[in-house]
């Protein structure tokens, strides 16, 4: 499968970003799909899923900030990130929630103070 992530870019702490994932075949129709992060130096965690059927969820850390959602017509799923935070930053990734695909290329998120 091919997975693209897009939208990040360099923003200043408070501000707002959202993210985009696309994927070739019906990859994101048939698997719970989520968003992952990655820090340099450290491994990738999971940031949010979203189910098949709709049932999402966020890691406490950005509760309240960051809602995931998918468009199914669009075959894109999204990562709304407001108030975002220094912490925040890291390369970020879509795919499988459960036996992840291989990796695309992710996109970079830079929140500065």
């Known amino acids: 499968v091919q997975l693209q992530a897009s939208g990040g870019g360099l923003v200043q702490a408070g501000g707002s970003l959202r993210l985009s994932c696309r994927a070739s075949g019906r990859f994101l129709a048939i698997n719970d799909m989520a968003w992952y992060r990655q820090i340099p130096g450290k491994q990738r965690d999971i940031v949010a899923i979203?189910?098949?059927?709709?049932?999402?969820n966020v890691a406490a850390p950005v509760r309240g900030r960051f809602t995931i959602s998918m468009d199914n017509a669009k075959h894109t799923m999204y990562l709304q990130m407001n108030s975002l935070k220094p912490e925040d930053t890291g390369v970020y990734y879509c795919n499988a929630a459960v036996r992840p695909d291989s990796w695309g290329r992710g996109t970079l998120v830079t929140v500065s103070s």
């Open positions: 979203i189910t098949v059927e709709g049932t999402s």
